[in-house]
């Protein structure tokens, strides 16, 4: 069985810089078509090949226009130490989950074991 899906997409990104009080385009508008084929059988059919293939190609002639104004890079780079402090807890969380898991154990079950082992 082949499924055969279009997705239209209109992207455009902005920063808002405090200095000049306006809104800065990061991305220009961008227009894009996403095909989803997805062949549940062991044989290519109407043209697909078996498993899910994805393509984004642009409706556009022109290539993706980019512009980072210094505020939007000066706002990146200072937001930078707390995205880092989350995406560092968010490891330890999953490297702790996978621990427990790989124990058997579930979370609540680990909490409650030291909670128990604490007191």
């Known amino acids: 069985q082949v499924l055969r899906g279009f997705i239209f ?3 455009s990104v902005s920063s808002y810089n405090r200095e000049l009080r306006s809104w800065e385009p990061i991305l220009d508008c961008w227009e894009s078509l996403v095909h989803l084929d997805k062949n549940s059988g062991s044989q290519s059919a109407c ?4 498993g899910l293939w994805i393509r984004l190609t642009s ?3 022109s290539a993706v226009s980019f512009s980072l104004a210094s505020a939007t890079v000066s706002t990146l780079l200072a937001g930078w130490p707390d ?9 330890a969380m999953t490297a702790a989950g996978s621990t427990a898991a790989a124990m058997g154990v579930s979370n609540q079950a680990a909490a409650a074991a030291a909670a128990a082992a604490a007191a």
């Open 9 to 11: 997409l209109r992207a």
């Open 59 to 61: 409706t556009q002639p």
């Open 47 to 50: 043209g697909v090949h078996p």
């Open 83 to 91: 995205w880092d402090m989350v995406l560092k807890r968010a490891a």
